[in-house]
């Protein structure tokens, strides 16, 4: 028998002979981090503009997450979901609360994936089989999110996928009426997120979450809002979906919730919170007490006040990006915020933000994301636009060279 060894050179050197080549091998190996920044194992210190994909919504080491952690860990680990815990109790109350529906039910999974998954499987237990979804909309990648996902380079390669979703422009109300009315009766739910993050970070048009709302309350059909990017914050309330002032029937969320640790939720209102029962769906981590513990601590945090906050961050750092040289235009709201640039340098922006010191993310090649930590401070916004302007003109010096 082959004596099994453990290789101790870093990390990022190691990867790609023994992880799957699923992500290709990343550009930096990141150690440790405080707040709004992360270092290397050398040293080298980035302003996460980042946050793990609008995860770290509490930032890196936050007390608070620390502190129910470990003491949730040093008591109980996890239990499955055929025994009664406390954290999952109070997380989902202070959901249905900020819901404002106390006749709402919650489902915990471990991802925003299995939570548009779940709330798959909710539309089809209302009977009915069509359920419309939008184009250039994300979902997930496991099989049933990618067949709500409406980008065709994503679903390609895993076709067939499951039947009965039909994609709607996004923000087009008389396209969607038109697609409802071709069969009302067996459409069981419309999809949608309230910006879309992997396109670019594009808000839905003004209104059109309640055009949604009014023509789902016409049809029958259950609304499903995937807050999985936008919720707990991110957009500077609780609920992106808040913005217009309407409750879906579901909503999904999951990403900040967890301030780092995986955990999904499914809220249901309504018949919706009544359709699963014993035997129709389950999972044996969802709920686990050690995330819904570091839950609990993010709903803790985010009351009105940091809301408020995250609304006056997200409005200076908007400002300040737009006032950078090769800027169009900056989209979204709170600290999730698309900047259109004028060239389609997203990418080595990306590469260059590195060689500056700040991470970003290009969801296409002409806009750059942001989704800080959402405890950003104001010093961390002024250094980390700084670093992106310098990014920005060395990414457009090396377009000018090539072109």
């Known amino acids: 028998m082959t004596e099994q060894t453990h290789s101790t050179q870093p990390a990022l050197a190691a ?128 099989m049933g999110s990618l067949a709500l996902t409406g980008q065709p380079e994503k679903r ?34 419309i999809i949608l997120e309230p910006i879309q993050g992997e396109t670019g970070v594009i808000p839905a048009p003004e209104h059109f979450l309640t055009q949604v709302r009014q023509l789902c309350d016409e049809s029958g059909a259950l609304m499903l809002i995937d807050e999985v990017q936008t919720g707990v914050g991110r957009t500077g309330d609780f609920f992106a979906f808040q913005h217009e002032g309407i409750v879906p029937d579901v909503v999904t969320m999951a990403k900040g919730l967890g301030a780092g640790l995986p955990i999904g939720a499914v809220l249901a209102r309504g018949k919706a919170a009544e359709l699963f029962t014993p035997g129709s769906h389950g999972t044996t981590f969802g709920g686990n007490p050690v995330a819904c513990a570091a839950a609990n601590a993010v709903l803790d945090t985010v009351d009105d006040a940091f809301l408020a906050e995250v609304r006056r961050k997200g409005e200076k750092l908007a400002a300040s990006v737009a006032a950078l040289d090769g800027v169009q235009e900056v989209r979204g709201r709170g600290l999730m915020l698309g900047v259109v640039l004028d ?33 950003i401070t104001d010093n961390d916004i002024d250094a980390a636009v700084e670093r992106i302007a310098l990014a920005l003109a060395d990414a457009t010096e090396n377009e000018r060279n090539d072109s």
């Not at 997203?346 to 959402?374: F, M, Q, Y």
Request: neutral net charge; aromatic residues 8%.
């Open 15 to 142: 990867w790609g002979d023994t992880l799957m080549n699923t992500y290709g091998t990343p550009p930096v190996e990141l150690a440790h981090g405080e707040g709004a920044r992360v270092f290397s194992p050398q040293g080298a210190e980035f302003i996460d503009m980042l946050a793990g994909i609008a995860v770290n919504s509490l930032g890196h080491a936050h007390p608070a997450v620390i502190d129910a952690v470990t003491e949730q860990i040093g008591k109980l680990g996890h239990v499955s979901n055929l025994f009664a815990s406390e954290p999952v109790v109070q997380a989902a109350q202070k959901l249905k609360a900020r819901c404002g529906d106390d006749a709402a039910r919650l489902f915990f999974c471990n991802s925003g994936g299995e939570a548009n998954e779940a709330a798959f499987k909710l539309a089809r237990l209302t009977g009915r089989s069509r359920v419309l979804a939008a184009v250039n909309g994300f979902h997930g990648r496991t």
């Open 343 to 375: 060239r389609p340098v997203a990418k080595d922006v990306v590469a260059k933000g590195l060689e500056r010191g700040v991470i970003v993310n290009a969801p296409s090649t002409s806009v750059v994301r942001l989704t800080p930590p959402l405890i």
């Open 156 to 189: 390609a390669p895993f076709e067939p996928l499951l039947s009965g979703v039909e994609f709607y422009p996004y923000g087009d109300i008389d396209y969607l009426r038109k697609l409802v009315a071709v069969n009302p009766g067996d459409t069981a739910a």
